[in-house]
């Protein structure tokens, strides 16, 4: 068997990994790999020649650092099946639908500026129609199904309690009478998340590639995401100020309104208006509503006393920009919760531009925040700002809650690491900025596995 990792190999994004065993080639994800502009459009728009003739995909989960560059396999001409769970399935319909739309955008903008400069018009990265066509390839599966994508290797999705449908993705590959258990972790998520189920162990796993985003730090207990959550917003209320929290539309924003739900059904916050505004968003909580088999028994047992657990009073899903707009004009303590996660782009630009200057406001970060981004920004705590071509002063409080993380911590990740068990001989270490993949490989080699690699992308692995 052979392993090249042509993605997510010393940088978090862009996940695609290749393994060719008996005569078949799988691919691991096809993530969009995201950055600086130019690195980041030559990266998406030239996928390894070796990825677009794989005989099959298969998707760990639907966040767009795996699956976002699906669309561009298919327009370079990959017609393979596309396995995934159900749930990833249904998501990747909103969010590649919503990935298209921007890259759309995206060269309208610059062919705008192209065309002032004298310049040859782009195309965009990808079209709805290269979407159309990618989703008539998916296969969904439930978890803990086993199925053959290639002669000699069976393949299983067990839930990796990372976002809905999110699974690990389990190879058990015969070749010359013996059988090999390969191990892609995904995105590993972490134990008692809300709504979803905690990661399952890697039972029996020869070989593992494992996830290390957060190879090198340990986050709160999750236990106490609810209570600081509960502090901002009474504190922010009291002052008679906004929280304006910029969230991922794919499980940060639902976990949110569920943590809100039960917070004001305890009578812990005050019954302030609550907005969801994000149409990705509001299109990604219909998609957890039609997926309760991905539900732990908390939230299961939500359902059954038929609450519906992404709906409180005072909860408005918004999708028209008018009612968008219709916000600014609120004179009362409120909480908005609006994508993108990391204040790049939509309708969270224009919130901060009309909250960050009034100190009664609180901005609230509750995900990971890359490198050169605007909420990388606001952590931080700089002093000044710049967005929708315009300066403003930061006066709002700027509050962090890590506990919400999607993503096991160092320890958790050791945890989850050893769940294979005694049979584990060989882990590659992939999905981390270079640093933190490092610091992952030190903390596993001296808890006794034999080999250990933080491979470089490209470069082929015979195991
Ligand atoms: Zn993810």
Do not use: W
Not at 272 to 299: G, I, K, Q, Y
Request: hydrophobic share 40%; charged share 20%.
């Amino acid at each position: 068997m052979r392993l090249t990792f042509l993605g997510a190999a010393r940088t978090v994004t862009g996940s695609m990994h290749l393994v060719e065993a008996n005569g078949a080639r799988l691919l691991l994800d096809c993530g969009l790999y995201q950055g600086r502009r130019a690195e980041a459009s030559a990266r998406n728009r030239n996928l390894p020649r070796e990825a677009v003739q794989a005989d099959c995909l298969l998707l760990s989960h639907a966040h767009i650092d795996h699956s976002g560059n699906v669309p561009s396999l298919y327009r370079a001409g990959f017609r393979g099946p596309i396995y995934a769970t159900h749930a990833t399935r249904d998501l990747c319909r909103v969010m590649l639908d919503d990935s298209a739309h921007i890259q759309e955008q995206d060269a309208q903008f610059l062919n705008k500026k192209n065309r002032r400069q004298g310049l040859p018009p782009v195309e965009p990265l990808y079209t709805a129609e290269d979407v159309h066509g990618c989703l008539r390839q998916f296969v969904g599966l439930g978890y803990g199904t086993p199925f053959q994508p290639a002669p000699g290797i069976t393949a299983t999705f067990l839930d990796a309690g990372h976002i809905l449908g999110s699974a690990a993705i389990v190879l058990d590959i015969t070749e010359g009478g013996r059988t090999t258990r390969l191990t892609f972790t995904g995105d590993a998520g972490r134990p008692n998340t809300p709504i979803i189920r905690d990661p399952e162990p890697l039972c029996g796993t020869e070989v593992l590639i494992t996830e290390s985003t957060y190879g090198d730090r340990l986050h709160s207990p999750i236990g106490d995401a609810e209570a600081a959550l509960a502090e901002v917003v009474n504190t922010t209320a009291g002052r008679g100020g906004k929280v304006v929290i910029p969230a991922f539309s794919v499980g940060r924003t639902q976990e949110i309104v569920y943590a809100l739900a039960r917070l004001r059904a305890a009578g812990k916050i005050p019954a302030v208006r609550t907005f969801v505004d994000s149409p990705l968003s509001c299109n990604a909580t219909e998609v957890f509503r039609m997926h309760p088999e991905c539900f732990d028994e908390e939230t299961n047992a939500l359902l059954e006393e038929q609450d519906d657990p992404f709906e409180f009073s005072r909860l408005s899903y918004v999708r028209r920009v008018e009612d968008s707009k219709a916000i600014n004009f609120l004179r009362e303590p409120c909480i908005i919760i609006s994508a993108s996660g990391m204040c790049e782009t939509g309708r969270i630009l224009h919130h901060l531009a009309n909250n960050l200057e009034d100190p009664r406001n609180t901005v609230l970060i509750v995900g990971f925040q890359a490198q050169h981004t605007l909420g990388r920004r606001l952590v931080e705590k700089v002093p000044r700002v710049r967005l929708l071509h315009q300066e403003f002063a930061v006066r709002a409080e700027v509050r962090v809650i890590n506990a919400l993380s999607a993503h096991a911590d160092r320890d958790e990740l050791v945890a989850h690491v050893r769940s294979a068990g005694p049979s584990l001989r060989q882990v590659f270490v992939v999905h981390g900025e270079e640093r933190q993949s490092l610091a992952f490989a030190d903390t596993l080699l001296p808890a006794g596995i034999p080999s250990v690699t933080v491979p470089f992308p490209g470069v082929q692995h015979e195991v």
